[in-house]
Each structure stands twice: as C-alpha cells, then as structure tokens.
C-alpha cells in the first residue's frame, strides 16, 4: 500500500484497472464511427464487429460462441449509408466498415419440427411430413443472398423439393445454423433446420458405409489390439516417450499410397 494512502482510494484504483478499462490506442491508430443498435461509437478500424463492441463496452452473455466463424451464434445484420441493401455477416469474422448501422440477430425463432431420427424413413416423404412449408418457397433466393457462409440455400430447398436428400445434404455442408436464411423468407420456411434433417437422414441411412472403418472396428472387438494395448499400460513414462521418439513417421509430402511402416502387425 501506498503511503498515508486511505485503503479506499487505492481499493477503487485497483478495480477500475481489474474490471477493463478500454485499452489506449497506439498513436496513429485510426478509428472509424459505427452505428450499434443506433448509437453512434469510435472504433478502431481493423477491429471485427465483434471485437468493436467489446472495446465499446458490450459484454457478450448470449450471440458469441466459438469465434472462429463455425457456430453461427453471432449473426449480424447492417446496412451501409448511402445503400438501400441489407448486408448479412458473422460478428466475429466481419471487419467493421465506417458508417455501418448494425445490430445482432443471435437466435431467431424458427419452426423447428420435432422428430426421432432413428424412427423416421429416409425418404422425400418424411422431410415432406415434417415440414410441409418446404412448398411455400417462391425462389426469390433471398435466403442465399443473407446466408454468410455462401452456401446455396435455395439450390438445396429446390433439391429437397425434387426428393433429393442426398443433394440438399452436400449442398447444405457448410452451414452453421445462424438462422439468417429463415429471417427473410417470405415463404417463412426454417432453410437451416430443414437442411439439417437433409444431413441427418443423408449421415444415417444414405451415405455409403466406410468400409474400413467397419473392418477396423471388427477388429478392435475381436482383440486384436488388446495384447499391444496391455504392453503400453505397463510402460512408464521414460519407455512411453522412447517409443514415441522413435515412432516410425511418414516423411513430409509424400504422395498418397507411397509410403508404408515397416511394422504392419496392426494396419
Ligand atoms: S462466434 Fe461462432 S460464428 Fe461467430
């Protein structure tokens, strides 16, 4: 403590810098105005939506997950001044433009049909009686232009329409389930949940079994491995990071099929 210092004083000291005071920009950085739920803020111009609103003082409790562009929690819908568009885009991968007026949509509330997938066929029929809607699609293709992901949302709902589940599946791989699609259907179809039972079927009953996969797992259940499993449990620490050192590794680049362990005992 500092001397002939009231304890309170430093107390409120030491909170305002453990709570996060906004960081001091380095000199030169520069800022840009944006717009967050209609109020106007400065923010460094290299920052992510995200993060802007962060170093402006929002504290994300819902509408950010994993950060990394794959969840799909942190939709955010904005407009640029002077453009009449709406711009679709992942808070946490979109880098702040000057003048953007944004807000959040972090869920929003589609229908979503509740069914058990090991009870239902993996036909056109099912997806049909489950989600009947499918048939109000007007190809306006709005949902692929909201879609952050790019992927082709309408292609799949016109595949689904046609009965291809296979197709709808591949073509819907890529989306993380943010929900734009559905927020400006006029058709009011839930795209994202749909595709998802598309996948659901596809994985479960369409897509060809890994053969080698299915021989692998026959032979973990026949014991093929357990000898060789009891003899690493035995090892201590110094005999485990031998074996590891002096692992037989394949050599960098090496084409596919070219290279082979010498020791094949368990391939
Ligand atoms: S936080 Fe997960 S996609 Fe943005």
Redesign the pocket.
């Known amino acids: 403590m500092a001397e002939g210092r009231p304890m309170q004083a430093q107390q409120t000291q030491e909170m305002k810098v453990a709570t996060g005071d906004r960081p001091i920009l380095p000199e030169g950085a520069r800022t840009v105005p944006i717009y967050i739920m209609g109020k106007r803020y400065e923010v460094p111009e290299t920052l992510t939506i995200?993060k802007a609103m962060e170093y402006v003082g929002y504290k994300f409790v819902r509408?950010?997950?994993?950060?990394?562009?794959?969840?799909?929690?942190?939709?955010t819908v904005y407009r640029k001044a002077g453009d009449y568009k709406l711009h679709f885009g992942?808070?946490?991968?979109t880098v702040v433009e000057p003048n953007m007026y944004l807000t959040q949509i972090p869920f929003y509330p589609a229908n979503r049909a509740v069914y058990d997938i090991e009870e239902i066929e993996p036909t056109a029929d099912s997806v049909y009686e489950l989600y009947p809607e499918l048939f109000r699609c007007v190809a306006c293709n709005n949902c692929t232009k909201a879609c952050p992901m790019g992927v082709e949302v309408l292609d799949y709902i016109s595949a689904l329409k046609q009965g291809d589940i296979a197709r709808a599946a591949q073509l819907s791989f890529d989306c993380?389930q943010?929900g734009l699609c559905a927020s400006r259907c006029m058709g009011e179809l839930p795209q994202y949940h749909i595709a998802q039972l598309a996948r659901r079927l596809y994985g479960k009953y369409i897509q060809p079994r890994a053969e080698h996969l299915k021989k692998r797992v026959e032979e973990i259940l026949s014991g093929k491995y357990d000898a060789m499993l009891e003899e690493v449990q035995r090892m201590n620490r110094e005999e485990l990071e031998k074996l590891y050192e002096e692992r037989e590794r394949e050599p960098d680049l090496t084409p596919p099929g070219a290279w082979m362990p010498k020791d094949i005992r368990y391939l």
């Open positions: 995200m509408g950010a997950g994993c950060r990394g562009g794959i969840c799909g929690a942190c939709s992942l808070a946490c991968q993380i943010c």
